[in-house]
Nanobody, 121 residues
Framework: QLQLVESGGGLVQPGGSLRLSCAAS????????IGWFRQAPGKEREEVSC????????NYADSVKGRFTISRDMAKNTVYLQMNSLKPDDTAVYYC??????????????WGQGTQVTVSS
């Protein structure tokens, strides 16, 4: 059983913050780049952020740059997405995904089930 499990989603007001977690079971994330994706109703899935295996490099979509921060805790085999200054347009199901590569190369083999983030007054 190779599985990624997201958690930390919920309902938050505009301007609020959430921290999403992506935990692996059955395998280690140590040698994998990890990406965060989101999909809103009626829209295509988009990559939000990615972090390399050692956490030395990270990428962000322009829409979240300066507001979101990706990080990882190797000891906990977990990747996080800190989301600040949330906007209604951030409302989506957020997924994490593991790449077979140590680098962010837009190819992922394992996906989590998703966690809902809703930003609304």
């Amino acid at each position: 059983q190779l599985q990624l499990v997201e958690s930390g989603g919920g309902l938050v007001q505009p301007g609020g913050s959430l921290r999403l977690s992506c935990a692996a079971s059955g395998f280690t994330l140590a040698s994998r780049a990890i990406g965060w994706f989101r999909q809103a109703p009626g829209k295509e899935r988009e990559e939000v952020s990615c972090i390399s295996s050692l956490g030395r490099s990270s990428n962000y979509a322009d829409s979240v740059k300066g507001r979101f921060t990706i990080s990882r805790d190797m000891a906990k085999n977990t990747v996080y997405l800190q989301m600040n200054s949330l906007k209604p347009d951030d409302t989506a199901v957020y997924y994490c995904a593991a790449s077979p590569s140590r680098f962010c190369m837009l190819r992922y083999d394992y996906w989590g089930q998703g966690t809902q983030v809703t930003v609304s007054s």
